[in-house]
């Protein structure tokens, strides 16, 4: 099997492999952009669905407002053509005339009412489907946050870990094989070693190692591989 250094630089390589995957999959948690988009899209459908079925409600609103209003005035001339106190005929005839203006608005107010109280039903109904969408949405977003809060707070653990870890780790590991162990992390995104798989191939990129390269190995010796470069680590056969 490998020598002490070796197993102790392999031991380093599992932290240092570790540390990246906890910086890879925190790089990559999905925070719901997705589900942000839905929403998005979601919540400009009620602007325009909701926002005309809550025109079509104030519409509604304002006309019944004005037919009262309307109602209301033809009851107070009413009560004044038919109340004793207005004797002059022009007076009389103004206050007809007006009565009739007010009942064509009436009239012209109730069939835009008549034509609301049709339109209004359908279009709160699409409204309130849209608002269930969107508040189902905003629910699974909230939990998407609450989720990636949670890994996060388990990475940032593990990462802390890991790197408490580290130093212990170094020890026993001699400078020169060290520099050559962290000049290929830096050359190989952050991994300096690869365990040499049952059939004797580098698990860092797949290349099935030469004889000579597996005796140099068993016999104790440095060696990298001939594709990827990394330090290649052997666990099996005499040193």
């Known amino acids: 099997m490998a020598s002490a250094e070796l197993m102790r630089l392999w031991k380093l390589n599992q932290i240092d492999s570790g540390l990246l995957d906890v910086r890879q999959r925190a790089a990559n948690l999905d925070v719901g952009k997705k589900i942000a988009a839905e929403l998005a899209e979601l919540t400009q459908q009620e602007a325009e669905v909701g926002g005309r079925a809550r025109k079509l409600s104030a519409d509604l609103t304002d006309l019944e407002i004005a037919q009262k209003g309307f109602e209301d005035k033809i009851k107070r001339i009413d009560k004044q053509l038919f109340g004793g106190t207005i004797v002059n005929p022009r007076e009389v005839e103004n206050l007809e005339k007006e009565i009739a203006a007010l009942k064509r608005q009436r009239d012209a107010s109730d069939g835009k009412i008549l034509e609301l109280w049709e339109l ?68 190989g995104a952050g ?49």
Do not use: N
Request: proline share 3%.
């Open 120 to 187: 209004l039903p359908p279009a709160k109904e699409a409204a309130a489907k849209i608002e269930v969408k969107l508040a189902e949405k905003q629910k699974q977003l909230a939990d998407r946050k609450k989720a990636v809060l949670a890994e996060k707070t388990a990475l940032e653990a593990e990462f802390a870990r890991l790197t408490k870890m580290r130093p212990d780790a170094t020890k026993g590991i001699s400078p020169g094989l060290m520099a050559k162990y962290d000049s290929i992390r830096q050359r």
């Open 191 to 239: 991994v300096g070693m690869a365990e040499v798989t049952k059939r004797l191939g580098c698990s860092g990129c797949g290349t099935v190692l030469a004889e000579r390269v597996v005796v140099s190995l068993k016999e104790d010796k440095v060696i990298t591989c001939e594709s990827c470069h990394k330090i290649l680590y052997y666990s099996e056969g005499v040193v």
